[in-house]
């Protein structure tokens, strides 16, 4: 089984003001230290010093950066198909659509799957997919929900757009009470919500919005607990790892780059830019080691971890749209993609191929999610419907 | 009418969807050389350069290598993008595989052209609508209307005549048919980058650009704490180690091999996968609190102790092992602090406490067994409880727990009988 590393992010005393918090790991000049953000704001904002300027400070950014890819380059020593070669081809994959989810009176933008594997969250409708009953219904102020997520235990939904907030309702099973007046606002931020989602517990919340940044809030009490700095325009979406230490996600935006933040520090650990277009929406690898992120530039992109490197690309001439959303199967050989030509394409994640394509919507595809257990996928677009195929 | 290759590039907006459209009018543009045009008779008057679906429809199948659903789908996009048109049933946008008619749209009125809406343009299609719904606009449109009517009063004359006209002729106007898909419709589309203030200069002169002159320009205003931090940052990403990609491919390589008989979309689920069959045993012998469980739930246990864990079962079994072996306190320890890190912000301070006096003072009943760095540092954090404080003291028990209790838990009575009591339930044969 694969070993799962662990990010070694430390927490003490700052070397610089002494304060316990968690720290970030820098170097300069080639020296390790400790600080904590703060002390490393500072230290960024700090007034030129002699000797400096923009102009020497871009050269070095540029030489440090040709200097990340050499490093980069020097331990690609194979390519992603070439491992694959040995892996029996897929059989032909027979996916049908088995149920349509009629009952938004608009366009679909996102949904979410509940951890007992039925319900499914769509704009503002709880649905038991598997009876096709509509279990609750929500009306929320905002017209253009962008992000909503599933509690893990399944007792409360949170909902996000542009209203810059993000709200979270407590689901009860009394359907005649109205659910708007328990609604709690949570999350402020100065721009729209593209995406949220509850962490391990009901108690935190992350968010990411198109002012730029990725915010860890705390549900009881609405408090920011930790903010993360560095996309240089919008975050459109972001993703939780799956792996034990859940201490990483991934945020992907319009800046063309998908970077790696440690939720305890607020520390950009990994960063990587080859997308040519936005980044639509990011997903972890069910082990927790690689990502793939979706663009607006009709390529699905694999990304490794522990490699620090792009390791594949997912386009074809015929795949002109832009691929808005995409999530993985359990065993992750499967990578689900929907498109804005309608279509949801099925790609191998390791041989690089497209394994099916499948039509139905008759409209863009706004979100793809394959259920917890992995036993269906369920497509949310902007034809007013959600269909599960399986 | 042919489509001249050279074309004015008109008032070109930082819009970052265009991509893909820039991609569709190289297609167009060399389908409208590919494909037979004829004429079309129409009482009195001959429509010139008509194109069939059928052709089309072999063209693209023919170009991109694709099947015919493919191409099928490809052409409605052409279509409901506005770069071809039907001549017949012009108020449903999609490509028919017959021998139904379209034309190819002018590049006047392509989307890539990104015109910015002028407010006679509204006033004009605001009128046509008024005319076509007999004045049952939308309340906000007829705001909009009683608005423009009276702030373009001196041109009105000329609006309702574009408006007559442009409604009466169909398929001479070269307009686009109404539900194509417009501007309107990329919700999050803006014309402007909105942080474009803080990094760089939107580019809006009309000459044509190319990316590497809008990069440089945009280069330009980055001030030099940002500099800053991505040297930082360059830095440390420099430093932090990393894999060969053989290695980590080769594991991710594994991992799919090992998952692969458990993906229900590889491999059968058994008894039957409840959307196919309709029926849901599969779910109730997986619930939470199932007495016997099934022979994949704890084949998958053996994966990995993130696995075992994860799955509320397994770990009820886990724990039946650990009071075996009397070593409990390490994984009741790292349940406490996950939920410590996870908790409410303001239980933080009372669960520190309890924490602490259950499992890392000295003498307490529950002792956990760390090196004395770790319980050093741990100690002193919970002087300032923070949520991370017991970071450190929960990934030396879990590594702890992965290396050693979960392997010989593995091996123990405890799972052999869980593995031999496992139920695997025949498949449904419908």
């Known amino acids: ?390 | 009418m042919t489509i001249r290759r050279a074309r004015p590039d008109r008032v070109q907006h930082f819009r970052p969807r265009m991509h893909c459209l820039k991609k569709l009018e190289a297609v167009v543009v060399e389908m409208q050389s590919g494909v037979k045009g004829s004429e079309q008779k129409l009482n009195v008057t001959t429509i010139p350069h008509v194109i069939t679906g059928k052709d089309i429809i072999a063209w693209i199948t023919n170009k991109m290598k694709s099947t015919t659903e493919e191409s099928e789908a490809f052409g409605t996009m052409l279509v409901a993008y506005g770069y071809i048109y039907p001549l017949q049933n012009h108020r449903k946008l999609v490509m028919c595989n017959d021998s139904s008619l379209y034309r190819f749209q002018t590049p006047y009125f392509w989307p890539t052209q990104k015109w910015v809406a002028v407010d006679s343009d509204y006033a004009i299609y605001l009128a046509k609508r008024n005319i076509r719904k007999k004045g049952m606009l939308e309340p906000y449109e007829q705001a909009h209307y009683n608005h423009l009517h009276e702030w373009l009063n001196h041109k009105w004359d000329f609006i309702v005549m574009q408006a007559t006209e442009q409604y009466k002729a169909y398929w001479i106007v070269n307009k686009p048919p109404r539900r194509t898909h417009s501007a309107m419709h990329n919700g999050l589309e803006l014309l402007i980058d909105p942080n474009s203030d803080e990094v760089c200069n939107p580019c809006r002169d009309s000459s044509v650009l190319s990316s590497s002159v809008c990069a440089g320009s945009l280069l330009q205003k980055i001030p030099f704490d940002t500099y800053r931090r991505m040297n930082l940052f360059y830095q440390q990403a420099i430093m932090s180690s990393k894999v060969k990609s053989s290695v980590s491919l080769g594991a991710l390589n594994k991992y799919v091999a090992t998952y692969k008989n458990h993906d229900p979309f590889l491999a059968p689920c058994l008894p039957s996968n409840p959307w196919l069959t309709d029926n849901d045993t599969y779910w109730t012998l997986n619930m939470r609190q199932v007495e016997v469980p099934t022979k994949m739930r704890v084949e998958r246990w053996s994966f990995s102790l993130f696995e075992l864990l994860s799955d509320l079962r397994g770990r009820d079994d886990f724990k039946v092992f650990l009071k075996k072996e009397f070593s409990g306190e390490n994984l009741a320890f790292w349940e406490a602090a996950e939920e410590l890190k996870w908790g409410t912000a303001s239980s933080m301070t009372s669960k520190a406490e309890t924490i602490f006096k259950t499992f890392l003072a000295p003498g307490a009943p529950r002792w956990i067994n760390i090196d004395g760095r770790t319980m050093g540092l741990t100690v002193k954090g919970l002087d300032h409880p923070h949520r991370y404080v017991l970071e450190a003291a929960q990934t030396h028990v879990f590594l702890l727990m992965k290396k050693d209790t979960f392997f010989r838990y593995l091996k123990s009575p405890v799972y052999k009988e869980i593995q031999k009591k496992a139920l695997n339930p025949e498949p449904h044969n419908f």
Not at chain 1, 24 to 37: D, F, G, L, R, V
Not at chain 1, 304 to 329: H, N, P
């Open chain 1, 1 to 390: 089984m694969c070993d799962q590393t662990f990010v070694a992010a430390t927490f003490g005393p700052c070397e610089c003001c002494g304060k316990a918090s968690p720290l970030m790991n820098i170097y300069i000049k080639t020296e390790a230290i400790n600080y904590c953000s703060f002390c490393v704001e500072v230290m960024a904002c700090a007034g030129l010093t002699a000797g400096e300027s923009v102009a020497s400070l871009k050269k070095e950014s540029e030489t440090l950066k040709k200097k990340l890819e050499e490093e980069r380059g020097k331990l690609s020593d194979i390519e992603l198909n070439q491992v694959a070669e040995k892996v029996e081809v897929l059989g032909a994959l027979a996916i049908k659509t088995r149920r349509v989810l009629k009952g938004h009176g608009n366009k679909v933008l996102c949904m979410d799957w509940c951890k007992d594997k039925r319900r499914i969250d769509g704009k503002v409708i709880v649905w038991d997919a598997f009876t096709l009953n509509k279990e609750h219904g929500l009306n929320l102020p905002c017209t253009w929900v962008m992000a909503c997520a599933y509690a893990p235990s399944g007792c409360a939904v949170a909902c996000g757009g542009l209203d810059n907030k993000c709200s979270v309702f407590p689901l009860s099973l009394d359907k005649n009470e109205n659910l708007n007046a328990k609604k709690k606002s949570v999350a402020m931020h100065t721009n729209y919500v593209s995406g949220c989602t509850f962490t391990s517990s009901d108690m935190q919340l992350l968010t990411s919005s198109g002012d730029g940044t990725c915010a860890l809030w705390d549900v009881e009490s609405g408090q920011l607990l930790q903010s993360f700095h560095g996309h240089t325009a919008d975050v459109l979406s972001l993703d939780l790892a799956p792996s034990e230490t859940g201490n990483t996600f991934v945020s992907g935006g319009s800046d063309r780059k998908s970077n790696i933040w440690d939720m305890r520090s607020g520390q950009n650990v990994q960063s990587f830019e080859s997308h040519e277009s936005d980044i639509n929406c990011v997903k972890y690898y069910p082990s927790g080691d690689a990502f793939a992120s979706a663009s607006d530039d009709a390529t699905c992109r694999f990304f490794d971890l522990r490699a620090d490197r792009e390791v594949a690309v997912y386009q074809k001439d015929s795949v002109i749209f832009g691929a808005s959303t995409l999530d993985f199967s359990l065993s992750g050989r499967l990578l689900f993609a929907g498109y804005n030509d309608y279509t949801i394409n099925v790609w191998d994640v390791l041989k690089g191929t497209r394994a099916s394509i499948l039509f139905g919507h008759e409209n863009r595809v706004s979100r793809v999610r394959v259920s917890p257990d992995g036993t269906a996928l369920c497509s949310a677009s902007w034809d007013n419907t959600l269909r599960i195929w399986s």
